[in-house]
């Protein structure tokens, strides 16, 4: 009798371990009916209180498993385009507590032209900055985000430039001979530059390339080390640093 209770019980819990099993798969596929809708009261809050001025209307939304988020179409009542249709944005949601990744309204008014400038001049900047403390700097790229009308066309890059959200930096490093330990101690390096120049960055990314013969047509190699950190996100240790494996 206790031989038969026990298997019962060993089978609901296979039953119910099944199911949970299935739901995660199935949430991570396609997402789940309470997640979207918090998704979507987060994206009317965000629309309330960034555009007031604009009527829109947020159309039919679907879950990305790819990159774990909600996308959804936002309509602007009333505002048509020279071919006579509705203007549509893009606006994509994710994280635990939803908050919006993609905003279509500001990424159809960055004033591209200018940002290309201005990311140029700054990866100039940091480039013969980085080099000076870390020989072994070969790259530098910088992205960065200006709505149209913000700045005067003609405005010059310096720190103090007021911009609403803080830089994306890139640099690639020449790996030759280095260890986890040298690349953390560069980034610690490059850290120091742009707190002690008071620059207002987000994210920077360091990628540590192998550039032997087998370089290939651009001259950058392949990675071997990556390392990471933010703004007030603490010194990098030869811990924090990832090795990349061919």
């Not at 790996?175 to 390096?189: D, P």
């Not at 707190?195 to 990314?205: I, L, N, Q, R, S």
């Not at 933010?230 to 240790?237: E, F, L, Q």
């Given at each position: 009798m206790k031989t038969r209770k026990r298997k019962k019980g060993m089978y609901i819990a296979l039953l119910v371990l099944l199911a949970l099993l299935v739901g995660s798969l199935y949430n991570s596929l396609n997402g789940n009916p309470i997640s979207k809708w918090l998704a979507q009261r987060e994206l009317q809050h965000f629309l309330a209180e960034r555009y007031p001025e604009k009527r829109l209307r947020i159309e039919k939304g679907f879950y990305d498993f790819k990159f774990k988020r909600y996308e959804f179409r936002v309509k602007e009542i009333g505002a048509d385009t020279d071919k006579g249709e509705a203007t549509e944005y893009e606006f994509s949601l994710g994280g635990w507590i939803p908050e919006v990744k993609v905003d279509g309204i500001r990424s159809a008014n960055l004033d591209m032209p200018l940002m290309e400038r201005l990311s140029g001049e700054v990866a100039a900047e940091l480039r013969a900055a980085f080099a000076r403390r870390v020989p072994a700097v070969r790259e530098v790229t910088v992205q960065l985000e200006v709505v149209k009308g913000q700045l005067a066309?003609?405005?010059?890059?310096?720190?103090?430039?007021?911009?609403?959200?803080?830089?994306?930096?890139?640099?690639?490093?020449?790996?030759?001979?280095?260890?986890?330990?040298?690349?953390?101690?560069?980034?610690?390096?490059?850290?120091?530059?742009?707190?002690?120049?008071?620059?207002?960055?987000?994210?920077?990314?360091?990628?540590?390339?192998?550039?032997?013969?087998?370089?290939?047509?651009?001259?950058?190699?392949?990675?071997?080390?990556?390392?990471?950190?933010?703004?007030?996100?603490?010194?990098?240790?030869?811990?924090?640093?990832?090795?990349?494996?061919?």
């Open positions: 066309e003609n405005a010059a890059w310096t720190p103090s430039l007021k911009l609403d959200e803080p830089l994306y930096i890139h640099v690639v490093t020449d790996a030759a001979g280095a260890s986890k330990q040298q690349v953390a101690e560069a980034a610690g390096e490059i850290a120091a530059v742009l707190d002690v120049g008071g620059y207002d960055y987000g994210h920077v990314t360091i990628n540590a390339n192998v550039m032997d013969d087998k370089a290939g047509k651009d001259g950058y190699g392949y990675v071997k080390y990556v390392a990471r950190f933010d703004k007030g996100g603490g010194k990098v240790s030869a811990g924090d640093v990832e090795e990349v494996t061919k």
